[in-house]
């Protein structure tokens, strides 16, 4: 593979929230909305792989383009917390580098500018808008006290993988939203969420399923389990996704490639079945179909009966494209036996 061309087939510009397919009756859209008007957390569990994080992405972009009349506007990017295994509440709010602080030996800093904001102290600070934060709380010098907008927003908080962290996080979590406010204890400073109604904050929250959850924790939030697509969604995720891909890459743009993509997504769901360890995901899928284009091997209608009729140029490339889908070697070994590519 060219590396020019392994550039353009994994860019992220097939990721932007607009390519993101979620139907017109999908039940998701309701809950969003259901989410935002209760004011309530969003728990969305499901497959790796599902779209779960990006569905923040599509949900702020939604949001910002619907324009609701009755809310201040919506920022068209969510505010990102990464869980990590170590995470505790305060990291929600905002980060203090002690280090570099301590490492000031002279003082010439103020402490602020050792302090900066994480996504839900963000996103508390947004509802007043970065002027209202510099007057009324004097948070002027924070490290990233630029990156909110001058005027009050509403805004889409993520909070990835919850069930990363430990329980003693979860538990905690939902305290922390429905306080509303934070203290930034190096500073004396208590912010409080803006009392302004028409100035929201949707929590969409994503969890693996890697552990259990607490009930008490899932009693507090509307819930969401984003299933494995139909076909027919999943071949729509491809057109949506691989247009630009396509264009991009230079060829074939006048191609109706539907038909093959229908024989891709069937093989897909063979190795997905005989995949004993890591079955492949969406993601996993579309990198793939970005090879198959990329090779050319699209244009086979390839499926498991007839991969064994291909020339022997085509099974090789065959052979590699799988790697974007198979990530065990146990998987690899009954995955080439079935399709008999050895």
């Not at 996080?169 to 939203?177: A, C, H």
């Not at 204890?185 to 959850?213: F, P, W």
């Not at 899932?218 to 999943?234: G, H, I, K, M, S």
């Amino acid at each position: 593979m060219e590396q020019e061309n392994f550039q353009i087939a994994f860019g992220n510009y097939d990721k932007s929230p607009e390519s993101y397919y979620l139907s017109e009756t999908n039940p998701l859209r309701a809950t969003i909305l259901l989410a935002l008007k209760l004011g309530k957390p969003l728990l969305i569990t499901g497959e790796p792989g599902t779209g779960k994080t990006q569905l923040a992405y599509w949900a702020a972009w939604y949001l910002h383009s619907k324009r609701d009349n009755n809310l201040t506007p919506f920022l068209v990017h969510p505010f990102v917390f990464n869980t990590k295994t170590g995470s505790a509440g305060k990291d929600l709010f905002y980060q203090y580098d002690a280090i570099s602080h301590f490492q000031d030996k002279e003082g010439k800093k103020n402490v602020a500018e050792f302090i900066s904001l994480s996504a839900m102290g963000q996103a508390i600070c947004q509802t007043h808008g970065r002027d209202t934060i510099l007057s009324k709380y004097g948070l002027g010098g924070i490290r990233n006290i630029d990156s909110l907008r001058n005027e009050p927003h509403s805004s889409v908080l993520l909070i990835d993988e919850i069930d990363k962290a430990s329980r003693d996080f979860t538990n905690d979590l939902l305290n922390e939203i429905e306080n509303n406010k934070f203290t930034i204890s190096e500073l004396e400073k208590e912010i409080v969420r803006s009392e302004d109604r028409r100035t929201r904050s949707l929590v969409i929250m994503t969890s693996n399923s890697e552990k259990t959850l607490p009930d008490a924790f899932l009693r507090r939030c509307l819930f969401y389990n984003v299933p494995f697509p139909t076909d027919d969604e999943l071949l729509s995720i491809i057109l949506g996704r691989l247009g630009p891909f396509i264009q991009e890459l230079g060829r074939d743009n006048h191609i109706d490639f539907t038909e093959h993509y229908k024989y891709a997504i069937h093989l897909f769901h063979v190795i997905r079945s005989k995949s004993n360890v890591k079955p492949p995901s969406i993601s996993e899928l579309l990198d793939w179909v970005k090879v198959l284009h990329i090779e050319e091997i699209i244009k086979d209608k390839i499926d498991e009966k007839n991969v064994e009729y291909l020339p022997a140029y085509r099974k090789k490339a065959l052979q590699l494209s799988l790697y974007t889908l198979i990530k065990t070697r146990e998987d690899m070994n009954e995955i080439e036996q079935l399709l008999k590519l050895r």
